[in-house]
């Protein structure tokens, strides 16, 4: 996705270990900065980009069909879905014009 060997083929389980391992010295990070950027790259294809669970979840590599992106990953941020929701009621108002009668 973001982080791809010069061969562009998956690593390794020990080649990310090895390459993570000098990230997170180099950020300070004690926990998990692989598994940290994973779900911040959840939430963005989510949130930001508002890709559908599904396809999140090949990018990811998931064969769930969306659960774990929506479990874990893909808790839409609150104020960006009323934004949305605002957004998405101003667009009806303007194309249709209700009359009392």
């Known amino acids: 996705m973001c982080f791809a060997p010069i061969r562009g083929e998956h690593w390794t ?12 010295a180099a950020a300070g990070w004690a926990g998990s900065l692989y598994l940290a950027t994973r779900h911040f790259a959840g939430w963005y294809m ?44 101003e667009r009806t108002t303007v194309n249709t014009q209700m009359r009392l009668v």
């Open 13 to 24: 389980a020990s080649a990310r270990a090895y390459h993570w391992k000098a990230v997170k």
């Open 46 to 89: 989510v949130n930001v980009l508002e890709l559908p669970s599904e396809d999140v979840a090949i990018a990811l590599g998931h064969t769930d069909g969306g659960e774990l992106v929506r479990r874990l990953y893909g808790h839409r941020d609150r104020d960006r879905a009323l934004d949305r929701v605002a957004l998405a009621y």
